[in-house]
Each structure stands twice: as structure tokens, then as C-alpha cells.
């Protein structure tokens, strides 16, 4: 069992940076697969960005592939996403996901532990 509690989120401008985190209660953080989801209003809740368990590797949404890094800090147990060079389209609630597995997955269906989201909105 983890519980996540995300933060980092606000309002910006395009061009700007934030730096979203999520900080993991429970045990065994480095035994997870960590992600970041997105949702728009109206839309279906999207992959961003994902890691493995070490950190060694990292799968990035093509929209936001050279833009956004994800990080974790297994010491600290969080999970963080830079974002830099915000767009307009950035706009939407995002959701820190964990999934107790070996293999990465893409897919919102495949993570069992779920925060509560942070908002993000990018004004042109």
C-alpha cells in the first residue's frame, strides 16, 4: 500500500517551468514503477512520463518528449517531473500514478495507487 500527495502545480505563462512532486507514504517506494498522468477538462486521462524502479530508465509522452524530465529520489521516496517550456496545451490536473510491477506500462488501467492530482494552467 503507498498513498501519494502531489504538489508543485500553479499558474504560468508559456515558456515557463515548473517542477511538479510527489512525495510516497508507505513502504517499499524504490519497489514501484512511478509515473505522471495528465488530464484535460473533456479529455481522457493521458501517459506523460514514467520511470523505472532504479531510475536507470525513462518513457516520455511525445508531446512532451525534450521538454519534461522525470526524476525520483528513492531516499526521499518522491517522484518529481521538471517541466520546462510550457505550451497553452500543458493545461490539465496531474496525476502522480504507482504501480507495483517489473514492467513499465503507459496505460492509466495498469497503476493501482493513485494521488489526488495538482493543477497545472498555462496562459498564453
Known amino acids: 500500500q503507498v498513498v501519494l500527495v502531489e504538489s508543485g502545480g500553479g499558474l504560468v505563462q508559456a515558456g515557463d517551468s515548473l517542477r511538479l512532486s510527489c512525495a510516497a507514504s508507505g513502504r517499499s517506494f524504490s519497489s514501484y514503477i512511478m509515473a505522471w498522468f495528465r488530464q484535460a477538462p473533456g479529455k481522457e486521462r493521458e501517459f506523460v512520463a514514467g520511470i523505472v524502479r532504479s531510475g536507470s530508465i525513462t518513457d516520455y509522452a511525445d508531446s512532451v518528449k525534450g521538454r519534461f524530465t522525470i526524476s525520483r529520489d528513492n531516499a526521499k521516496n518522491t517522484v518529481y517531473l521538471q517541466m520546462n517550456s510550457l505550451k497553452p496545451e500543458d493545461t490539465a490536473v496531474y496525476y502522480c500514478?504507482?504501480?507495483?510491477?517489473?514492467?513499465?506500462?503507459?496505460?492509466?488501467?495498469?497503476?493501482?495507487?493513485w494521488g489526488q492530482g495538482t493543477q497545472v494552467t498555462v496562459s498564453s
Open positions: 500514478a504507482a504501480r507495483n510491477s517489473f514492467v513499465h506500462s503507459r496505460l492509466a488501467s495498469g497503476y493501482q495507487y
